[in-house]
T-cell receptor, first 115, second 114 residues
Framework: DADVTQTPRNRITKTGKRIMLECSQT?????MYWYRQDPGLGLRLIYY???????NKGEISDGYSVSRQAQAKFSLSLESAIPNQTALYFC??????????????FGPGTRLTVL | TQLLEQSPQFLSIQEGENLTVYCNSS?????LQWYRQEPGEGPVLLVT?????EVKKLKRLTFQFGDARKDSSLHITAAQPGDTGLYLC??????????????FGKGTLLTVNP
């Protein structure tokens, strides 16, 4: 089974709808992240969490919110989806114990289309 | 301003050719990483370089970190179709404090044709 899973893998929705993307991990890592990827723009950080009680905004948090329900679960919500939120969304994890490498492990992504 | 500039943005070559992609910045980094992303999947870490001037090899891939820790290169020898993918460089600016945030370049999309 994959260490980092994301649901759904694909979603098409309409403008104004509330959408939740979910991420679960079995790696036991304390740090979790949400990124979006757009063609030609690379990966941009939306939110990150160092533990269940620690939530921080990334560089493009407007229009998004997150919830860290448990160490293993980190969900991303779009309260009122708009077309320019159409993108590929990735969840990632890392382990604070390995500070020198800070390798991030990514899920398979969720392709979101907002019509 | 893009913190990490990758070049070229697109690269299409024939199997067996050599290639180099670059990751440049005006900032100094404590470490730099290279990831590869295949279609329909998330990025996967290839290597982390930490010391200025460091060279690491992973089979046919050679990674170099610049002496001033501002730039890096990835060289692939005798490219194969399985090397096709998006290559992303990513970096942390320092140690501790706010430097847990990984900044990504826009990537180099490599296509190796049989």
């Amino acid at each position: 089974d994959a260490d980092v899973t994301q649901t759904p893998r694909n979603r098409i929705t309409k403008t104004g709808k509330r959408i939740m993307l979910e991420c679960s991990q079995t790696k036991g890592h304390d740090r979790m992240y949400w990124y979006r990827q757009d063609p030609g723009l690379g990966l941009r950080l939306i939110y990150y969490s160092f533990d269940v009680k620690d939530i921080n905004k990334g560089e493009i948090s407007d229009g998004y919110s997150v919830s860290r329900q448990a160490q293993a679960k980190f969900s991303l919500s779009l309260e009122s989806a708009i077309p320019n939120q159409t993108a590929l969304y990735f969840c990632a994890t890392s382990d604070s114990l390995y500070a020198t490498s800070y390798e991030q492990f990514f899920g398979p992504g969720t392709r979101l289309t907002v019509l | 301003t893009q913190l990490l500039e990758q070049s070229p943005q697109f690269l299409s070559i024939q199997e067996g050719e050599n290639l180099t992609v670059y990751c440049n910045s005006s900032s100094v980094f404590s470490s730099l990483q290279w990831y590869r992303q295949e279609p329909g999947e998330g990025p996967v870490l290839l290597v982390t370089v930490v010391t200025g001037g460091e060279v690491k090899k992973l089979k046919r891939l050679t990674f170099q970190f610049g002496d001033a820790r501002k730039d890096s290169s990835l060289h692939i020898t005798a490219a194969q179709p399985g090397d096709t993918g998006l290559y992303l460089c990513a970096a942390y600016k320092g140690s501790g404090g706010s430097n847990y945030k990984l900044t990504f370049g826009k990537g180099t999309l490599l296509t190796v044709n049989p």
